[in-house]
């Protein structure tokens, strides 16, 4: 465990012991699974992504589903939140309809994900990051951005040796088991972890990020989703070895700012930091139904209750946004997502509810859907929202009397106050909630 380690060194996962680079197993333990890598000693960025977290923790307090595929999700109308690695053999995949999980692999063990277990797991991991370092960048529940830069005085280790000993901690203390991605860059570091799951340790240096990019597809650059890769193919670029060869200014011109990104991203650089806080980008609610629904006096209650949902949230948080999302799946799985952007940020169960009302209005065209959702984005604190409209003086009566029912809902209870749509939906046949 030194710094003066000399380059391109093996180092043993299972034990932590540096050996020659030319050996097969390590000399101590004899595990086969080493590392070594030219930059190994000299790179600090690393991804953390814990393996298939949500089954992991399911099969670890339940030896009984150790061998047998595991899918975490929901009913017969649901989807597929993970699943395990023996469940992917058969193709089941994230965000799978369940249904279509099952056909895949009928003989699967279904279990309704359990949230306040996994954040209390994801929790425990956190505080172990932390320890390494005060530069960790979350990204969910279950992975993270570390930067181990100048860590070594206190680790006596470099940051390979000590990423090496946090996974063997939590998979000896916690069980469960993660891969790490180490890299100088955030980009390369999330490929990296990908590379050998599940429990994989990746490099991806400086030196030979180029070429390890140029095979890959557009697809696996961080940002470039379904629609947007096959813009690039239909424009010829289908790897991202094609996209080096384009000029910069090129992609700027054909796509924008976002074409800026793809030429920095393509040649392996990346200049973002870690960064320690990540505050919530939106907050949203949705349901999925056990019927389809396509009747728009139906689908309007159910949002105002959603809306009302997200409303609470932001108070709580003490935040508010200028953009409201609609999110409507249909009856073959399309999302359809319908954005509206507020001259003012709101926190306010009546304006989210009207913005997005007027969203639904325009797709209820006879469509069944399954699943409906509101979202509040582009989020700021609360000190600036709702300010009093002199034009629209029923505006600020509905907004006192919106704040005065909170009150009274704080004092007895949410269902002491039913308004008129909220209480259709309370009443009727709950929907499922996702």
């Given at each position: ?36 890598h ?12 814990c ?11 339940n ?41 895949a ?40 951005f ?129 960064t ?21 006096q ?109 009150r ?16 259709v ?10």
């Open positions: 465990m030194t710094q003066s380690a000399p380059e391109n060194r093996a180092l043993c996962r299972d034990c932590g012991m540096r050996l020659g680079a030319t050996l097969a197993r390590c000399a101590s333990c004899g595990s086969p699974r080493l590392v070594r030219p930059e190994l000693d000299r790179l600090a960025i690393a991804h953390i992504d393996d298939a977290f949500y089954a992991a923790i399911e099969k670890r307090d030896p009984e589903l150790q061998d047998v595929p595991l899918i975490i999700g929901g009913g017969q109308r649901g989807v597929v939140s993970t699943c395990c690695y023996i469940a992917r053999i058969y193709g089941v995949r994230s965000a799978m309809p369940m249904f279509k999980a099952l056909e692999c009928p003989d699967a063990v279904v279990i309704k994900p359990n949230m306040e277990k996994y954040a209390k797991v994801g929790k425990e991991i956190r505080e172990r990051m932390l320890a390494l370092t005060p530069l960790v960048e979350p990204i969910s529940i279950d992975e993270a570390l930067d181990l830069t100048g860590t070594q005085r206190l680790h006596h280790a470099t940051p390979a040796e000590t990423l090496a000993g946090f996974i063997r901690a939590i998979e000896r203390d916690i069980g469960i088991t993660a891969s790490v991605g180490l890299a100088p860059n955030k980009f390369l570091a999330k490929l990296a972890s990908d590379l050998e799951k599940p429990r994989g340790f990746s490099v991806i240096g400086a030196a030979e990020a180029k070429a390890v990019l140029a095979a890959m597809p557009v697809g696996r650059i961080w940002g470039v989703g379904k629609v947007f890769q096959q813009k690039l193919e239909r424009d010829g670029i289908s790897t991202i070895g094609q996209l080096q060869t384009v000029d910069a200014a090129d992609l700027a011109r054909r796509y924008g700012s976002i074409g800026l990104r793809l030429a920095q991203l393509a040649q392996g650089e990346d200049a973002r930091l870690v320690p806080e990540r505050g919530a980008k939106s907050v949203s609610s949705e349901t999925t139904f056990r019927t389809d629904i396509s009747s728009f139906t689908l309007r209650p159910i949002l105002r209750d959603l809306s009302e949902k997200v409303s609470a949230r932001l108070k709580k948080s003490g935040l508010s946004g200028r953009g409201i999302t609609l999110k409507l799946k249909t009856s073959d799985f399309k999302t359809i997502t319908r954005a509206r952007h507020l001259s003012d940020p709101t926190q306010l169960a009546d304006k989210i509810y009207s913005a997005g009302v007027d969203l639904l209005e325009n797709e209820t065209n006879g469509r069944k859907f399954r699943l409906i959702g509101i979202g509040v984005s582009d989020l700021e604190t609360a000190d600036r929202a709702d300010p009093r409209d002199l034009l629209d003086q029923s505006a600020e009566r509905r907004k006192n009397a919106e704040l005065a029912v909170d009274l809902r704080d004092k007895f209870g949410k269902s002491a106050i039913e308004l008129g749509l909220t209480h939906t309370r009443t009727a046949e709950k929907p499922k909630k996702t």
